[in-house]
């Protein structure tokens, strides 16, 4: 009886072990991108946008839909950027402060947003913070909590990085359409709102 007990001891460590790195696993394996929607590259290419790139599969948290903290974080450890914007990320001005990059993002509607993408260090790591008009975004769109966004950068012709929120998509991050009128915007709007030189 005692030896079968200790062989169970031995055992039950090793399998809540392997359960565990099964889990980490998961958090380390990304899953490959999604198509590009038709209707996302239409669009970058008729605003003669170029160089379309996946950024992330984003869910959105509470804390990115709080208009009092303003701001949407993207991790530090996707690289979109050309050396000239990481060098301009790390700038700081005399408060010591870091500036951060000046960015346009569109939103699912095509809303042209002007931001500034700044990166923040906190205790045990940093975050990018996408801050100044995504309070504005906030009020044009009905984000919710767990929301599911896909987002894309590209570049317009003077290489200025520009990123596209896509809202039709699944938990999986598959592209999926909505015929809610609440994403309609009319050509005149569009027009009006978005213009990549």
Not at 9 to 30: A, G, N, Q, Y
Not at 53 to 61: A, D, I, P, S
Not at 96 to 108: A, I, N, R, T
């Amino acid at each position: 009886m005692n030896g079968t007990s200790h062989e169970e001891r031995r055992v039950k460590p090793k399998r809540t072990k392997k359960r565990e790195l099964k889990k980490k696993d998961k958090k380390i394996v990304s899953s490959p991108p999604p198509k590009l929607p038709i209707l996302v590259e239409n669009k970058i290419k008729e605003l003669n946008g170029r160089d379309i790139k996946y950024v992330m599969h984003k869910e959105l948290f509470l804390s990115d839909l709080d208009k009092y903290k303003g701001r949407l974080s993207l991790p530090v450890e996707l690289n979109y950027f050309n050396e000239i914007e990481k060098a301009a990320l790390e700038k700081i001005n005399e408060k010591g402060k870091l500036l951060g990059l000046e960015v346009v993002v569109l939103d699912p509607c095509f809303r042209k947003f002007s931001m500034s993408l700044r990166k923040w260090d906190m205790r045990k790591d940093s975050v990018y913070n996408l801050v100044q008009d995504w309070k504005l975004v906030l009020s044009k769109n009905k984000f919710k909590k767990d929301q599911k966004l896909n987002i894309w950068s590209c570049r317009d012709i003077n290489d200025k990085l520009h990123f596209v929120l896509d809202d039709k998509v699944n938990s999986e991050g598959s592209e999926e359409f909505n015929n809610s009128d609440d994403k309609k915007v009319n050509s005149e709007e569009l027009n009006n709102s978005i213009n990549i030189p």
